[in-house]
T-cell receptor, first 116, second 115 residues
Framework: AQKVTQTQTSISVMEKTTVTMDCVYE???????LFWYKQTASGEIVFLIRQDSYKKENATVGHYSLNFQKPKSSIGLIITATQIEDSAVYFC?????????????FGTGTRLQVLP | GPKVLQIPSHQIIDMGQMVTLNCDPV?????FYWYKQILGQQMEFLVNFYNGKVMEKSKLFKDQFSVERPDGSYFTLKIQPTALEDSAVYFCASSPQGSSAETLYFGSGTRLTVL
């Protein structure tokens, strides 16, 4: 069964620094897709970035990038030049490629606080 | 961007009563999901739905839960009867075709309080 684990409950960083949030996953599938979502204080959940398991290059979107370490089943989210508005809860998620139900499983989330 | 609408944003109900949570998915999306979140923590998968059928449901999707989307209108989650442990924020999400690479589009959630 697929599983996503985020061990960091909460992180605090100073503004304009770089932060990495960890995520490890479990799957028996050879093809899968990994996602990071952000939940703001208002509760809104938005998609940030995706990594396809068959791609070796780390995905990058704006000041978000991923550190995909397939042998370790790890997909870290890196935020560079953090801003106050990056303060939120970040969720890692996975969908298996061969799934015929398209279930998406989420981790427990990491709360990021960016301090001025 | 595309919007998923959830109505109402907050619902308070007495234990044992029935409640229906409504979701208006993104137009033309075909896959629909419900997630349960307690205390701003983990997003727990409840169920997903496609072409009028439940595709997969988790153990959290108790017998008292049901979903439907009659005639392409709201995608609904019904709980009958409600229990205290059903208090949570319920998020609806949709995706276009349901392919593995697609992202989910989330609504803003319905906070359900069972008294």
């Amino acid at each position: 069964a697929q599983k996503v684990t985020q061990t960091q409950t909460s992180i605090s960083v100073m503004e304009k620094t770089t932060v990495t949030m960890d995520c490890v996953y479990e799957t028996q599938d050879s093809s899968y897709f990994l996602f990071w979502y952000k939940q703001t204080a208002s509760g809104e959940i938005v998609f940030l970035i995706r990594q396809d398991s068959y791609k070796k290059e780390n995905a990058t979107v704006g000041h978000y990038s991923l550190n995909f370490q397939k042998p370790k089943s790890s997909i870290g989210l890196i935020i560079t030049a953090t801003q106050i508005e990056d303060s939120a809860v970040y969720f890692c998620a996975m969908r298996e490629g061969s799934s015929n139900t398209n279930k998406v499983v989420f981790g427990t989330g990491t709360r990021l606080q960016v301090l001025p | 961007g595309p919007k998923v609408l959830q109505i109402p944003s907050h619902q308070i109900i007495d234990m044992g009563q029935m409640v229906t949570l409504n979701c208006d998915p993104v137009s033309n999306h075909l896959y629909f999901y419900w997630y349960k979140q307690i205390l701003g923590q983990q997003m727990e998968f409840l169920v997903n739905f496609y072409n009028g059928k439940v595709m997969e449901k988790s153990k959290l999707f108790k017998d008292q839960f049901s979903v439907e989307r009659p005639d392409g209108s709201y995608f609904t989650l019904k709980i009958q009867p409600t229990a205290l442990e059903d208090s949570a924020v319920y998020f609806c999400a949709s995706s276009p075709q349901g392919s593995s690479a697609e992202t989910l589009y989330f609504g803003s959630g319905t906070r359900l309080t069972v008294l």
